[in-house]
């Protein structure tokens, strides 16, 4: 427990709008101002989508390129983490800012249900996003929705696939897919533990009420905790969250509460072997 907890905001997302939480940073300058006060807070990592002038999802280099810009700028040392999720965009466009070398990039490894959909995710395009990040020395993360998707990480690990331990990220809460449920919680650990030691990091990450509820199993059980308007745009059943930072010292709170310091993000980035 005297391991640093990495705390990563995911800012913005695909799917929150203004009209759900003012707080939302749609535009990047907004989102650069989001992720500083975040930063302020303890985030050390900065999970990052974009979105066009109307609010919905995209993929725009150029935009990623001004949001790396900004928080390169304004929160030195700041781990810089790009989504290659599928609601920005389709096939290899999801992977088209890889280019321009973020330190870390999300990565699914499979499909799942997400609550009107299929998050598809064919081998193919894992197998090129994953050879992208390999080609631009980017860190995956690699978003696990479900148990399959930790033992796909292994295997490409164990195939070259993968550079260095894998870092997993469990995400519970998601509609008809893989409830918040501690008891498979527990048995992500133990596989994470079991396939890549027991010094292997690993992350999670709640949905809505969930989030709460995920980021105290994480820091509790010596894991690293996401957070942010993404997943998640309430303080409480009633009240908003004014801001990412304020979700951030949430769990700034529960790691007082558990012992365990902040990292700051030169020691997330040791952590993680980050250069």
């Known amino acids: 427990m005297s391991t640093p907890c990495i705390i990563c905001v995911a800012i913005t997302g695909s799917l929150p709008r203004k009209a759900d939480n003012p707080a939302v940073p749609i535009t990047v ?8 006060a975040a930063f302020e807070a303890g985030a050390s990592i900065v ?3 974009v979105r066009n002038d109307d609010e919905t999802p995209s993929s725009d280099p150029e935009k990623f390129a001004a949001l790396k810009e900004g928080v390169e700028k304004h929160c030195p040392g700041m781990i810089v983490q790009f989504s ?8 290899q466009t999801r992977g088209g800012m890889l280019p321009l ?7 699914s490894v499979g499909s799942n249900n997400f609550p009107t959909r299929v998050y598809e995710n064919p081998p193919e395009l894992v197998d090129w996003l ?9 860190k995956p993360e690699i978003e696990a929705f479900d148990l399959s998707h930790i033992l796909k990480a292994a295997d490409m690990h164990r195939r070259g696939q993968i550079k260095d331990t894998p870092y997993v990220q469990f995400v519970m809460g998601v509609k008809n897919a893989m409830p918040a449920d501690r008891q498979v919680f527990d048995f992500y650990v133990q596989t994470v533990k079991r396939l890549f ?10 949905i809505g009420a969930n989030q709460l509820v995920l980021n105290e199993w994480s820091v509790s059980s010596g894991g690293h905790a996401r957070t942010g308007l993404e997943d998640n745009i309430r303080l409480s059943k009633t009240q908003l969250a ?16 558990h012992h365990r310091p ?9 952590i993680l072997g980050i250069a």
């Open 47 to 49: 999970h990052a989508h």
């Open 197 to 206: 030691g027991e010094k292997a990091q690993w992350c999670a990450a709640g």
């Open 101 to 107: 070398g973020p330190d870390m990039a999300s990565l």
């Open 84 to 91: 290659t999720g599928g609601r920005s965009g389709a096939g």
């Open 242 to 257: 004014p801001s990412n930072a304020a979700l951030v010292q949430r769990v700034a709170d529960i790691c007082a509460q």
């Open 29 to 36: 300058s907004e989102q650069i101002e989001s992720t500083h």
């Open 262 to 270: 902040v990292a700051t993000a030169s020691q997330a980035r040791r």
């Open 130 to 138: 994953a050879a992208e990040m390999l080609s631009y020395s980017i």
